[in-house]
């Protein structure tokens, strides 16, 4: 249990709006709202939840009219008793409300700080404060159903599974290492454990698989414009973004620099960037944009190289090559041409707006995919420790093949267990929990 209160304010602290909220979370939330609040406040009670009407007070000043909700412990998003106060919108009066709030006893809450009471009093576990902060940050559609459904615990359940087979192993395994003599524990040999690892390892493979696809939904699925100086690279992001972001003139090379912007297509996310045009640079100042062109090109999720009637040259060339190279999607593009079809090109008109077409192959990969699926995260810190536990059960997989002794396998398997059993904060670290939830807005 924590000895202090903490107050933030949840909504309507930055801009005018209708409501503002101010939350408060701790021992002495009661005593402190008692101070500034004309109204009822309800005796103690677990079961129930009260919305109580009234005024704050500053001293003998009015300061508001507002409807407070008073949640006692158990019922409570914190595991605390908490008190909303809806107040009348504006800034002004959401920041009075919180000074009185910190005057008569409170302290001002760290960003993410009640949901990080929240995990510490066992409300939540860290799958589910992973996909609160997601949801926050959400841009699109697809974005919200991919945290919304961390919220139903289907990842956590099917790592629990995991977890639980692991824990048998190590169980057995050490049983049998330290007290052979028990003839009641089960005997583990090695092919069954071998299997097991295998099967285990599999299951972790297919969900980096499906995470590294939902991350890239989550955070914007990469695209790079490529092509000669005046092929219409420009004029290809403005008609994508639908409006003007880029300056487009018959002078080649007007885009001596990388354009970065963000559109929506089918609710999905893509961040576009528009680089100089891939030719023998005229300046220096044109050869850092063409260099860092090809270097984003590394990092992209899918390639444009867009062309025109203009012979390809080496440069083109280079551009499949790096593709193939990082084994990134490849679009080829022909603009400014009414000529039939050719195998593999997709024929456009950017001044024309007429990029259906492209914008479908665009989403082709990414319009059917299951944003309930139990055997996949969109979190990076998820992913990141699925692999580590991959990781580890590879190793045991290869120790078993070098013959090694259970008490060296069983090293990697505890690592193993202890990685996932991180992405629930069952095993934890203060120092990454500080970082976690101070990425979480203030008043969360």
Known sequence: ???????????????????????????????????IFKGHIPPFDTNKKFIQYGYIYDGDKLVDEVLVMIYYANQTYTGETMIEINCHGGIVVSNWILELLLANGARLAKNGEFTQRAFLNGKIDLTKADAIHDMIFAKTKSQVELSANKFLMKTFNYLEKIIH?????????????????YLDIEDINNEKFMHALIEISKKLEKMIQKSQRNIKIFEGIKIVILGKPNVGKSSLLNALIKEEKAIVTDIEGTTTDLIETSIQIDNILFKIIDTAGIRQAKNKIEKIGIEKGLKYLESADIIIHLIDDRAENEYDNQIVEKAKEFNIKYIKVKNKSDINFEQGIINISALNNDINDLEKILINDYKDIDYSSEDSTNNIRQLSLIRQAKASIDESIQALEDGMTPDIVIIDVNKAWESLKEITGDVNREDLLDALFKNFCLGK
């Open 1 to 35: 249990m924590f000895i202090d209160t903490i107050a933030a304010i949840s909504s309507g602290a930055k801009v005018n709006q209708p409501i503002g909220i101010v939350r408060m979370s701790g021992i002495d939330s009661i005593s402190i709202l008692k101070k």
């Open 165 to 181: 087979e692991l824990e048998f192993y190590i169980a057995n395994l050490e049983a049998n290492i330290d007290y052979p003599e």
